[in-house]
């Protein structure tokens, strides 16, 4: 079965980075795209950006250029999400989800568990 | 960049049907996900491609979508239906392409 197993509970001080995990299995890691969306405690889902993990192609949120990277290791099958120069506002639980569809019918199958990205000095 | 808009909240009587709207300018030209989510969970995909339904997700929910407003129904609501519901669309039509996703609706299952 299709699974998505992040990486632990983060607390982080301001101006710091972040890396955030996710463990791919039950298919094929490089046949699907990896996103990274996020949620502030009683908000709603934020896209953040994708990755095609078979080219490493990336695309990003514009609101998050220049500050977020997402990289992948396929011989481990595991995606990253990198988030730098960290403010308050960045405090979020972060998912990653797997995408399908092509470009105008895109859409997430599968969910990571979350994972809580704390900052604060 | 593109907004999809959501009601804040919808209530249901047990048994009733529950329709959820998500706005956006003539969304009938995209194709439009929902997903629900319970509280403390994570997102589980409920209707892709406007009105497909991924294995395992009730006949109870349906989709639609037509000229600027989506739709999502849930027949026979009950009360494990309760959960925050958001649509979804790739937004192609601006300088940085991606994904938007409305504000999200509350369901109370009265």
């Known amino acids: 079965q299709v699974q998505l197993v992040q990486s632990g509970a983060e607390v982080k001080k301001p101006g710091a980075s972040v890396k955030v995990s996710c463990k791919a299995s039950g298919y094929t890691f490089t046949s699907y795209d990896i996103n990274w969306v996020r949620q502030a405690t009683g908000q709603g889902l934020e896209w953040v950006g994708w990755?095609?993990?078979?080219?490493?192609?990336?695309g990003y949120a514009q609101k998050f250029q220049g500050r977020v990277t997402i990289t992948r290791n396929t011989s481990i099958t595991t995606a990253y999400m990198e988030l730098s120069s960290l403010r308050s506002g960045d405090t979020a639980v972060y998912y990653c989800?797997?995408?399908?569809?092509?470009?105008?019918?895109?859409?997430?199958?599968?969910w990571g568990q979350g994972t809580l990205v704390t900052v604060s000095s | 960049s593109y907004v999809l808009t959501q009601a804040p909240s919808v209530s249901v009587a047990p048994g009733k049907t529950a329709r959820f709207t998500c706005g956006g300018d003539n969304i009938g030209s995209k194709s439009v996900n929902w997903y629900q989510q319970r509280p403390g969970q994570a997102p589980v995909l409920v209707i892709y491609y406007d009105s497909d339904r991924p294995s395992g997700i009730p006949e109870r929910f349906s989709g639609s979508n037509s000229g600027n407003t989506a739709t999502l129904t849930i027949s026979r609501a009950e009360a494990g239906d309760e959960a925050d519901y958001y649509c979804q669309v790739w937004d192609s039509g601006s300088d940085h392409p991606g994904v938007v996703f409305g504000g999200g609706t509350k369901l109370t299952v009265l």
């Open positions: 990755m095609n993990p078979n080219s490493g192609n990336t």
């Open positions: 989800a797997r995408g399908r569809g092509g470009s105008y019918r895109y859409y997430f199958d599968y």
